[in-house]
């Protein structure tokens, strides 16, 4: 599920548009802070996941 919501979030971010990333970030969100929450992912990797795609959204963003 996690790696679903996160396909999504990089497509937007391919393509370039920058409602369409921040939307899917927005929804990909909660699922990968539940699955650090049941400890299927480390919590670590699940804020390492969300700061690069965070980044990566802001630097569409700018661009």
């Known amino acids: 599920m996690v790696r ?7 497509a937007g971010i391919q393509t370039g548009n920058y409602e369409t990333a921040t939307a899917a970030y927005n929804a990909a969100v909660p699922v990968i802070d539940r699955m650090a929450d049941k400890g299927i992912i480390h919590k ?9 795609l965070n980044t990566a959204i802001l630097a569409l963003k700018a661009a």
């Open 4 to 10: 679903t919501y996160l396909k999504k979030v990089i």
């Open 44 to 52: 670590n990797k699940a804020a390492r996941h969300k700061s690069r």
